[in-house]
């Protein structure tokens, strides 16, 4: 079945560093890849995405880029603030599976000054 | 603004008492779903509603039963509650045309 695979946090950086947070994923076909992000005490907000091979999402700062050759979507961002710390899910959806979502478990970032 | 609406934010029950979530949505889409998201852990597809038409995800327990009265709204029903049930109960909604879900803040829950 469809799987992904995030790296284990929680992922710790001083304010504007650089960050990467590594997702694999395991699935047949061409899924659509999403990354959501999850503030303290609140539910999941759509982050970025991408919907075929080579494409790049992008939002708030915040890229990743759908490479099919190495099953990969790696969430950067260049410079990240205190207020980017949250929980990141990347999460795939694969076609003929009516709209369901495979998460990962997730990657704690605390940010500090 | 569209969005997703669930109520309450945070719930106390008891042990064993039957407990009714809500959720709804003014985006007029024609899917919900509700997932269970345990501490540290990646959210658990429980059941969707596409329009009328329920699906229960294979492992999902008889325990949790849900309700979807009109296009607008949605309700998690847990018959009877134990300790491991206790999680984040988090509403989300597409329309099959767009890959993308929303989701609503959730509602946690605490069973005592």
């Known amino acids: 079945g469809d799987s992904v695979t995030q790296m284990e946090g929680p992922v710790t950086l001083s304010e504007e560093a650089f960050l990467t947070i590594n997702c694999t994923y395991t699935a047949t076909g061409y899924p659509s890849l999403f990354w959501y992000v999850q503030y303290p005490g609140e539910g999941l907000q759509l982050l970025l995405k991408a919907t075929k091979a080579d494409d790049k999402g992008s939002n708030k700062g915040f890229e990743a880029t759908y490479r099919k050759e190495t099953t990969s979507f790696h969430l950067e961002k260049g410079s990240v603030q205190v207020s980017d710390s949250a929980v990141y899910f990347c999460a795939l959806r694969n076609t003929g599976t009516a709209s369901k979502l495979t998460f990962g478990t997730g990657t704690r970032l605390q940010v500090t000054l | 603004d569209a969005m997703v609406i669930q109520n309450p934010r945070y719930q106390v029950t008891q042990f064993g008492k039957p407990v009714t979530l809500s959720c709804s949505q003014t985006l007029n889409h024609n899917v919900m779903y509700w997932y269970q998201q345990k501490s540290s852990q990646a959210p658990k597809l429980l059941f969707h509603?596409?329009?009328?038409?329920?699906?229960n995800e294979a492992d999902t327990p008889d325990n949790f039963q849900s309700r979807r009265p009109n296009t607008s709204f949605c309700f998690l029903d847990i018959r009877s509650p134990g300790l491991g049930d206790a999680a984040m109960y988090l509403c989300?909604?597409?329309?099959?045309?767009?890959?993308?879900?929303?989701f609503g803040p959730g509602t946690r829950l605490t069973v005592l």
């Open positions: 509603y596409y329009d009328k038409d329920f699906n």
């Open positions: 989300a909604t597409s329309t099959l045309i767009y890959n993308e879900q929303f």
